[in-house]
């Protein structure tokens, strides 16, 4: 009786123009699922039943699901479990045990499942992503892992906003890369990536799922892991390919609320989300199926996070309840016990032995993993600690509703205390490299501040506006980095050439006085050299003169002798040769001979003895002559030595103020030297600052315009 009444439904379905048994290459719910319902669910699920809290009735009822659960989950039939009992393969099978409709409408149900559950004919899908690789690590690498660090690359994401809103909304969540200069800011409906280095926009990942309440990095910073959703509705958990954008995988379709928390293991093996559901569910990132339900939370699951080992999983709620499980089996690891409101936030040291919590009873708690005892708690932020981060050296930095971002050693020491946000602090992140601090609050303000001084060293924009706008801001920018460089570069070159100035004014000066001294020393030494032979000189001019004083009159003496002897020479020579004459003429008188004899003689001793004059004359002559010639030596001697003195005393005289006025001009032509060579240094700085902003601000137009730009045919 049953089958004849399925058959006359079926026929006058058939004949009705229904597609139920055609061959529907895209059902939809009111055309080709409803009708199907309608036959053989609508007794036990329609608008009269809705036995296990479940309609059919309507698509609006359908999606609402069951006591269960959701019994459709978009894209994928093996999770939906309408599907599975109609078919048989699941408890409590459908319509009955005994009983199965036609496998044509199964297929059919099934077709309509994968091709995303569509209302009706118009109706628009978004169908869960499935991962086309297996993402899997075949080990957890503890640290900075190998290979190049993951960053957006240039063209693959998204140039274009997905909004631009009257204004920038609460900064529900944020996270930083592990490994890269990259920041992942939640606005509406859009992840924005920036670079935390530049603070250049890298692109946006859209999020059409809703809301955005959880951004998470993988460990390798290879992935970002974007949840939410819309409140009391829908949720979803999404996982991005860093360098290009594209959607990697998507969980979470058939949660019936929004996801607050999300998270994905070390291993890329799963993701753990969180919601007002109370429970913990962990998906497979190989196809997206639930691995398994974790329901011991009494409260909405604000905060989930696995350890970098990938070991264990912390999940924490809106009671204050805080558990650890391990990440493999879902069996209870510790309960923490300690907080008294709201868990907020969670987030794990490097090693995996210490998992830091954060809450709305204000206060950030530490706790080891030995024995699940709390080893630290202070009291962070007044009103509630809304946001912790630990960084790669062991540091924590948080912000709450104080409106304060902080940093922290472990001991709960305020290492540094953040310029105030305008209001309610909600997320905070580190950088790769620890060097600064990420934090954004309820009216969308996000800074980076430098760890190091507490210095802000950018405010993100959390609703930027067009490409077309950001282009022409851009290309703004980059006319003021090109006239900024321009007049770095000539500041710098008169730095340079004003240096260089100094340099030869200070080299001359040096010079100079270097020249000075040595002619002075040149003449100083001449005055002692010479003054030494005029000393010298001196005694043996006196001597001199001594010996021409007593060699003139010794030569007057001979000369007068000599004169002498040369007159009586003479009258005896006319005396001789006149007897000479007369004994001639007497040959006979002896005594004329004699006396001729006697004259011959004596003139004979005479001119022995003028010639022994003439010799002393010459001797005494020469002798005065070379006394004379040595004094006059000696005196000129003397005298050059003297007017040498002299002059070269002048010399001095003349150098000594001008050395002294040279070396008083050294130290200011050095002070100046320093002072232009010190102001080089700056003004390279500020080109090269210059320069480096001029080539930032360039990339970032030519980015743009490469986005802006049609691509190649």
């Known amino acids: 009786m049953r089958q004849l009444a399925f058959f006359f439904a079926v026929t006058v379905l058939v004949g009705s123009g229904s597609r139920v048994l055609a061959d529907a290459k895209n059902p939809n719910f009111v ?108 080990s957890v690498v503890k640290g900075r892992p190998d290979g190049p660090h993951p960053l957006p ?25 592990p490994w890269a200069p990259l920041a992942a800011v939640g606005g509406q409906r859009q992840v924005i990536l920036v670079n935390t280095d530049t603070g250049a926009v890298l692109g946006f990942l859209p999020f059409e799922a809703g809301q955005i309440n959880c951004i998470k990095f993988s460990r390798n910073g290879k992935f970002v892991l974007v949840a939410g959703g819309r409140g009391g509705q829908s949720g979803a958990a999404v996982l991005f390919n860093v360098q290009t954008g594209e959607k990697v995988l998507e969980v979470g379709r058939s949660e019936t609320d929004a996801i607050l928390a999300a998270d994905i293991s070390a291993d890329q093996t799963q993701i753990a989300v969180g919601g007002p559901g109370k429970t913990v569910r962990v998906y497979s990132t190989l196809d997206g199926s639930v691995l398994r339900e974790i329901k011991k939370h009494t409260d909405w699951v604000t ?47 490097d090693d995996s032995n210490v998992l830091a919590s954060s809450s709305e009873d204000s206060t950030i708690k530490l706790w080891e993993m030995e024995n699940g005892g709390n080893i630290k708690s202070w009291a962070a932020h007044g009103g509630g600690a809304a946001s912790v981060r630990f960084s790669h050296d062991g540091k924590l930095a948080s912000t709450g509703r104080d409106k304060v971002t902080k940093l922290w050693d472990q001991n709960g020491t305020a290492l540094k205390s953040f310029e105030a946000f305008p209001d309610l602090g909600l997320r905070v992140a580190v950088t790769h490299e620890n060097a600064k601090v990420v934090a ?64 030869d004014a200070y080299n001359a000066a040096v010079a100079n006085l270097n020249k000075l001294n040595a002619d002075l020393a040149a003449a100083t030494k001449a005055v002692a050299d010479h003054t030494a032979v005029v000393n010298a000189t001196k005694p043996q001019v006196d001597a001199a003169k001594v010996e021409v004083e007593k060699a003139t009159p010794l030569a007057t003496a001979a000369a007068h002798k000599a004169a002498a002897l040369e007159v009586v020479v003479a009258a005896e020579s006319v005396a001789a040769k006149t007897i000479a004459a007369a004994a001639a003429q007497a040959p006979a008188n002896p005594e004329l001979a004699a006396a001729a004899k006697k004259a011959n003689d004596t003139l004979a001793v005479l001119n022995q003895e003028l010639a022994a004059a003439k010799k002393a004359m010459a001797d005494t002559a020469a002798a005065l002559k070379a006394a004379t010639d040595k004094l006059a030596a000696l ?21 000594t103020p001008m050395v002294k006025s040279a070396t008083d001009a050294v130290p200011p032509a050095k002070a100046a030297l320093d002072a232009a060579t010190a102001a080089v240094a700056p003004a ?25 730009a049609p691509p190649k045919q």
Not at 119 to 138: F, M, Q, W
Not at 684 to 702: F, G, I, P, S, T
């Open 303 to 349: 905060a989930v996070e696995y350890s970098p080992d990938g070991v264990l999983l912390a999940s924490g709620d809106r009671n204050g309840g805080l558990f650890m499980w391990e990440a493999f089996t879902g069996r209870e690891f510790f309960t923490l016990r300690g907080h008294t409101a709201m868990i907020t936030d969670l987030s794990w040291r």
């Open 440 to 503: 954004g609050d309820w009216s969308g303000v996000v800074r980076v501040w430098n760890a190091a001084d507490a210095k802000v060293l950018a405010t993100l924009d959390t609703n930027p506006p067009s490409l077309a706008e950001r282009l022409r801001t851009a290309e703004a920018d980059l006319a003021a980095a090109t006239a900024a460089a321009a007049a770095a570069r000539t500041a710098f070159d008169a730095a340079t050439a004003k240096a260089q100035q100094a340099t």
């Open 684 to 708: 390279k700085a500020a080109l090269d600052a210059a320069a480096a902003k001029l080539a930032e601000a360039r990339a970032v137009v030519d980015g743009l315009k490469a986005s802006v």
């Open 153 to 177: 690359v240039p063209g693959k994401l998204r140039p274009e906003p997905v909004v631009t809103a009257r204004r920038p909304g609460a900064v529900l969540a944020l996270a930083t890369s």
């Open 31 to 138: 055309d080709d699922v409803s009708p199907v319902f309608r036959l053989h669910c609508a007794k036990c699920h329609g608008d009269d039943a809705q036995k296990g809290g479940l309609s059919l009735a309507t698509y609006a009822e359908l999606q609402k699901g069951g006591g269960s659960g959701p019994v459709v989950v978009p894209g994928n039939p093996e999770q939906s479990r309408l599907y599975l009992v109609i078919d048989h393969r699941q408890e409590p099978k459908m319509p009955s045990a005994n009983q199965k409709i036609p496998a044509e409408q199964i297929a059919l149900i099934k077709l309509w499942i994968e091709q995303g559950a569509k209302e009706n004919a118009g109706s628009t899908v978004s169908l869960p992503v499935r991962p086309k690789t297996d993402i899997a690590l075949r």
């Open 635 to 655: 005196s000129k001697t003397y005298s050059d030595a003297t007017a040498a003195v002299e002059a070269n005393q002048k010399v001095v005289a003349t150098l």
